[in-house]
Antibody, heavy 121, light 107 residues
Framework: EVKLVEYGGGLVQPGASLRLSCEAS????????MEWIRQAPGKGLEWIAA??????????VYSASVKDRFTISRDTYKSILYLQMNTLKPEDTAIYYC????????????WGQGVMVTVSS | DIQMTQSPASLSASLGETVTIECRAS??????LAWYQQKPGNSPQLLIY???SLADGVPSRFSGSGSGTQYSLKINSLQSEDVASYFC?????????FGAGTKLELK
């Protein structure tokens, strides 16, 4: 059974850092692109970062809104996807989801339950 | 970036009715278009991929169509469990982008 479980969210002050984790199981982690998508309260979905698969050297892509502040990475031995978030802003307040993507061919067929990040003083 | 324009923003329909949601891309996305359903408090769920392919376990009353820049999601014989928000998404190239969503309610 495919499972994605995020954790690491919480309440932080503007300018702080936070690292989210997404533990994957039930599939071959290295075969899949892994992505982070967020949803501000009551708003739509925003894709923010991707880690391509092993065949593509785990290369990364970012949205303009998080580039240079957020870093996506993975621990291939533990099958964990990370999102290191630095210099957090109030507009980063959202539910953060991880999702898998089969090489950009089959889009997000499995999502985690999401983790809330609140940036507020 | 590819802009996804989704309409309507909200929709009210009766049980058994057929509803259609539209999505327009700002450029050709070559059918690299997915539809998701999101119920309150839940993660999005993939309904349709490649514009018209039904994801595993999705009821056949859901269907997708379109090509180029114009796409649509149709729900036949609306059921109470279809009350949700629906989002389109292009995955033709990064940055992947979503439509603003359609909130479907029962009349």
């Amino acid at each position: 059974e495919v499972k994605l479980v995020e954790y690491g969210g919480g309440l932080v002050q503007p300018g702080a850092s936070l690292r989210l984790s997404c533990e994957a199981s039930g599939f071959t982690f290295s075969d899949f692109y892994m992505e982070w998508i967020r949803q501000a309260p009551g708003k739509g979905l925003e894709w923010i970062a991707a880690s391509r698969n092993k065949a593509n050297d785990y290369s990364t892509v970012y949205s303009a809104s998080v580039k240079d502040r957020f870093t996506i990475s993975r621990d291939t031995y533990k099958s964990i996807l990370y999102l290191q978030m630095n210099t957090l802003k109030p507009e980063d307040t959202a539910i953060y989801y991880c999702a898998r993507d089969f090489s950009g061919i089959l889009p997000f067929d499995y999502w985690g339950q999401g983790v809330m990040v609140t940036v507020s003083s | 970036d590819i802009q996804m324009t989704q309409s309507p923003a909200s929709l009210s329909a009766s049980l058994g009715e057929t509803v259609t949601i539209e999505c327009r891309a700002s450029e050709d996305i070559y059918s690299n278009l997915a539809w998701y359903q999101q119920k309150p408090g839940n993660s999005p769920q993939l309904l349709i991929y490649d514009a018209n392919s039904l994801a595993d376990g999705v009821p056949s009353r859901f269907s997708g169509s379109g090509s180029g820049t114009q796409y649509s999601l149709k729900i036949n014989s609306l059921q109470s469990e279809d009350v949700a928000s629906y989002f389109c998404q292009q995955y033709n190239n990064y940055p992947y982008t979503f439509g603003a969503g359609t909130k479907l309610e029962l009349k």
